[in-house]
Structure formats: structure tokens, C-alpha cells
């Protein structure tokens, strides 16, 4: 088979997928369990966790592919879970219901929370969906992750094989470098989309992840796809060379 006969192949299958997605999902998803279903969609050609870049398929996690040996005996090891890169307690904090109890269970007992915002914000609900910020990992690390803040730990080991530094005291985690820009690039598309805010710190750190690690092949490809289904761009991925090319100061 001559190279651009496999070009033209590879080429039409992508077509085929973007169309097949587009047209079961013509709008941004209502719900994260509809986010969920087109995001698996959307990794099928690249199954591979964001932190510890583990294969995995039909949901199962191959844990040698990625040096994770130490955690085969943990169940939830061999599991993919989608996880939301900005943690939904981040984004979750800036609505009310979310802090107030604005919501009643049948038995009349008022509560508030992700449960609550799920029930009662339309807008809440989206942001939740957001498939820009949506990626497969490990459920043990997914677990351990939390809603941790990201941050840079030097001193603190991987975790169960994984390149991934989580410290429980400080409630902090760190990507490996591969991830470092997806990282930044979802939680600066987060923030600018949806009003969110993040700490001059915080947004400190993620311009300097994202013009220090840029979008890689695969990335763009999948925002392009995201873009179809959703309607709107991610600045951060499409137009990376602008944005990464800003003077990065404290607010």
C-alpha cells in the first residue's frame, strides 16, 4: 500500500468518525453522562490515559504498558474513568448551589453540593459536560488525584508507577510533562469560557505550561473534533502560537 493511499484511508476513517459523532450529537452535551459517551468516542483511535499514558481498551487498563505493575491487586487500577482536568469542586465552588442549600431530598431535608447543581443549573450542568476539559485516566489515579490543585512538587515521588506526584498533606498534585499543557490548556479555556476564576498563581503556572509544552498532533486533531460537536474552539489549542507567544504576568 503506497503512503498516500494509507493517507486517503486514514483521512476518510476520520471523516467517517467526525460525521458519525457530529450527527448523534449536534449540540454541546447536556449532562456528564452524555459528555462521557462522546468523549470515548472520541479517544477510540488514541486510548491513552492523560497522566500515567496507560493503554488501555474496552475500558480495561493494560497497567504494564505504562510500568503500573504496583497497582495491579487495586480494583480500581483496572478501570478508565473520565476525568475532569479542572476538578468539577474548582469550578463547582463558584455556584451557589453549590454552597447553599438550595435543594430538598423527598424527605423534605435540604442539601446543596454537585448533586444539587446537577439538579437545579442548566449551566452548571454544562460546564460539568465540557468535553475540552473531559480526558480517560487510571480510576486509582483519577481517585487519588481528587480535586486536588495542580502545583509543582519537586521533592514528592511518582505515584504507583505513574509519573504523576500527588501529596495528600499539601492537597496538591503535578502532571508529568507530557500532560503539563493539556493540563494548562484546559483550565485556561475553563476560566475564559465560563467566567472562572483561578488565582494569579495558578494562572501564572498554566501560561507557562502551555507555551512550554504546545499541543501535539493528536491534541489538535481532537480539539478540531470537539469544535464540530460543540460549536466553539478551544483558543488555547487552535491558535496556540498566539497565546503562547503573550508575556506571561501576575493579575
Not at 477510540?44 to 496507560?54: A, F, L, M
Not at 506526584?165 to 498534585?173: E, G, N, P, S, V
Request: aromatic share 12%; charged share 20%; proline share 4%.
Amino acid at each position: 500500500m503506497s503512503p498516500i493511499y494509507f493517507l486517503v484511508i486514514v483521512m476518510i476513517r476520520y471523516i467517517l468518525l467526525l460525521c458519525f459523532i457530529s450527527l448523534s450529537y449536534a449540540q454541546s452535551p447536556g449532562s456528564f453522562s452524555q459528555s462521557k459517551k462522546i468523549a470515548a468516542q472520541l479517544f477510540q483511535k488514541h486510548q491513552q490515559t492523560i497522566y500515567c499514558q496507560c493503554s488501555y481498551e474496552d475500558k480495561e487498563v493494560n497497567l504494564a504498558s505504562c510500568g503500573m505493575q504496583a497497582a495491579d491487586s487495586i480494583k480500581r487500577a483496572h478501570r478508565i474513568e473520565w476525568e475532569h482536568i479542572m476538578a468539577a469542586e474548582h469550578f463547582g465552588q463558584q455556584f451557589a448551589c453549590w454552597r447553599e442549600l438550595m435543594c430538598e431530598d423527598k424527605h423534605g431535608k435540604p442539601y446543596k453540593g454537585r448533586r444539587c447543581c446537577e439538579k437545579i443549573d442548566e449551566q452548571f450542568r454544562h460546564v460539568e459536560a465540557e468535553l475540552y476539559n473531559l480526558w480517560p485516566e487510571v480510576g486509582v489515579v483519577n481517585q487519588a488525584r481528587s480535586n486536588y490543585r495542580f502545583s509543582v512538587l519537586p521533592e514528592q515521588p511518582d505515584y504507583l508507577g505513574c509519573t504523576m506526584k500527588i501529596d495528600k498533606k499539601l492537597r496538591r498534585a503535578e502532571p508529568p510533562d507530557s500532560a503539563k499543557g493539556v493540563v494548562a490548556r484546559a483550565y485556561l479555556f475553563m476560566a475564559e469560557h465560563y467566567g472562572l476564576s483561578l488565582s494569579s498563581s495558578q494562572r501564572q503556572l498554566f501560561m507557562s505550561w502551555n507555551k512550554t509544552f504546545p499541543p501535539s498532533s493528536w491534541e489538535k486533531q481532537w480539539a478540531l473534533q470537539v469544535a464540530a460537536i460543540e460549536g466553539y474552539e478551544n483558543p488555547y489549542i487552535i491558535n496556540w502560537q498566539e497565546h503562547a507567544s503573550q508575556r506571561i504576568v501576575s493579575r
